[in-house]
């Protein structure tokens, strides 16, 4: 079995799980908490969404892609709107609904639940409204970035395809430029980084160049919304620059978080990721630890990290047994999973 399909899973699921403890926490109340830096599976505390949830289970960031990528296997990997609203329905009858859907995927959710007595288009104004647009959870990067890995592993390197996938699939959900954008960049790192001969550099200009493409093939669509909010492609150069010129990774993880931010806004979400990566020179632990313990969304930057990195270095780069854990705390199959993919890329080169 390619050993970086498993690798993208798993660490995407490690990181997700990992974060659960520390989400919407501070860095010092992770500390406060945990007595330090958190590097293991830990049982989420009480004032945390993940709260009565053992530790190695995963929330939202992992559980909505895992079954989008059953879907996509199904479709042979053909990428539709359509699809990802099947996908998230299924998900919305699951266990990690009610403790883990944002406001926008929960509305969306919930849209698609009821008869049609709205139209799509009246619908998707009113995910415009000011409380979104002054929160951000219209450009939210749990419903958009955490669920852009499985097009970047069945785009089989095919970074354009990776890219255009997303965008339908992003649509499903969140219909704005800038959240089109940052999953975009994910879904092409993640394209670059299943290839056997590349570098930190070019998933890092893979991502770059994702944002900039899933943009500008989001505006020229006809079913787009227009939400305020700070460019994702700006935010990644920044994070770039941060992460190059601010010394220690230490202090670029600070800077990061306090420059950017480690919130659930797309344009901070995947820039911070991208940078994490940056500053740990692509160590799938370290970055998905460093993740773990920037603080806020914690499980959805963790989980785009380890699904970079897992895909960059393969399953060999994730602690031992971590396997085992995730796939007997969360009734997942990852090894099934990683060998389907695996098929249809033999079966579609």
Known sequence: MNQKILGCLLGAAVGDAMGAATETKSTRQIEKTFGGRVKEFREPPMDTMARGRRAGQV?????????????????????????????????????YFEPFAGMTTRSVINRLREDDKMGTWAFAGRLGTKLYKSHYYALS??????KAYPEGLLSHGDIQKAIEDTVEITM?????????????????????AIKEKTDLYKIVQAAYHGSIQGEKLA???????????????????????????????ENVVQELAERIGSGPAVAETVPVAIGILIAN????????????????????????????AGAYHGVG???????????????????????????LWKATS
Not at 225 to 232: E, F, L
């Open 59 to 95: 929330t939202d960031a992992f559980s909505i892609p895992y079954i989008l990528t059953e879907y996509l296997l199904k479709a042979e990997g053909k990428a539709s709107k359509e699809l990802g609203q099947k996908a998230l329905m299924e998900w919305g009858d699951t266990e």
């Open 219 to 249: 505006r020229k669509r006809k079913d787009i919304w227009i939400y305020p909010g700070p460019s994702v492609t700006k935010r990644i150069e920044m994070a770039i620059q941060i992460s190059l010129h601010c010394g220690s990774q």
């Open 141 to 146: 990067s749990n419903g958009a970035a955490s």
């Open 172 to 192: 499903s959900s969140h219909d704005d430029p800038y959240s089109v954008s940052g999953a975009c960049a994910i879904a092409a790192a993640v394209s670059e």
């Open 281 to 308: 020179q692509g160590n799938t632990m370290e970055s998905i630890y460093d993740a773990v313990n920037i603080g806020d969304e914690t499980s959805a930057i963790a989980c785009i990290t380890g699904a970079i």
């Open 317 to 343: 780069s994730i602690k031992e047994g971590y396997l085992e854990i995730i796939e007997r705390e969360n009734k997942m199959d990852l090894k099934s999973q990683a060998e389907r993919i695996e098929e």
